[in-house]
T-cell receptor, first 112, second 114 residues
Framework: GQQVMQIPQYQHVQEGEDFTTYCNSSTTLSNIQWYKQRPGGHPVFLIQ???SGEVKKQKRLTFQFGEAKKNSSLHITATQTTDVGTYFCAGRYMDSNYQLIWGAGTKLIIKP | KAGVTQTPRYLIKTRGQQVTLSCSPISGHRSVSWYQQTPGQGLQFLFEYFSETQRNKGNFPGRFSGRQFSNSRSEMNVSTLELGDSALYLCASSYTGTGDYGYTFGSGTRLTVV
């Protein structure tokens, strides 16, 4: 079946360091969405990418969609404690009847 | 405007019982999806309803069922509860049937089966 692989599962960083999570699909995606879930909270929609090669920025967050629309990344520059949480990607395929296929998430942990 | 409302927030049930969870989407949202989340397991898709019709279904046993009413409110039911059904159940709604503006999640119902 269709799968979206997300890596890494965890990333430990010192505050101020950068963070990146990657999502990969074996087949072309129609679009991809990114969500953030704070500890004890629920997922919150961050952004949707639709176009091949698209790059979008939200302050310190940079989202990219690959040229082939099979991969995507989220990069956070100079992490802060407020960035702690799990970041999920969710892709939609052309023939998926609009169903989102979720990555397993990457948990961002700030080292004390 | 009001967000996605899930009730109840917490629930404790005994193995073998059944449970019904409720979700009221944002006004105007016609798509409602349900997810199960357990520690370390990410988001497991249960089903999605759009305009009262089940459009997609995840790989869960038939004990898990749902429905959507004409006002877009949705319920999910789990019959013959098992200990492994203990989880956070999340509901998400979307403005369009394609979810192109993202999904808004509720705070979830935390179900504990003892």
């Amino acid at each position: 079946g269709q799968q979206v692989m997300q890596i890494p599962q965890y990333q430990h960083v010192q505050e101020g360091e950068d963070f990146t999570t990657y999502c990969n699909s074996s087949t072309t995606l129609s679009n991809i969405q990114w969500y953030k879930q704070r500890p004890g909270g629920h997922p919150v929609f961050l952004i949707q990418l639709v176009k091949s090669g698209e790059v979008k920025k939200q302050k310190r967050l940079t989202f990219q969609f690959g040229e082939a629309k099979k991969n995507s990344s989220l990069h956070i520059t100079a992490t802060q404690t407020t960035d702690v949480g799990t970041y999920f990607c969710a892709g939609r395929y052309m023939d998926s009847n609009y169903q989102l296929i979720w990555g397993a998430g990457t948990k961002l942990i700030i080292k004390p | 405007k009001a967000g996605v409302t899930q009730t109840p927030r917490y629930l404790i049930k005994t193995r073998g019982q059944q449970v019904t969870l409720s979700c009221s989407p944002i006004s105007g949202h016609r798509s409602v999806s349900w997810y199960q989340q357990t520690p370390g397991q990410g988001l497991q898709f249960l089903f999605e309803y759009f305009s009262e019709t089940q459009r997609n279904k995840g790989n869960f046993p038939g004990r898990f069922s749902g429905r959507q009413f004409s006002n877009s409110r949705s319920e999910m039911n789990v019959s013959t509860l098992e200990l492994g059904d203990s989880a956070l159940y999340l509901c998400a709604s979307s403005y369009t049937g394609t979810g192109d503006y993202g999904y808004t999640f509720g705070s979830g119902t935390r179900l504990t089966v003892v």
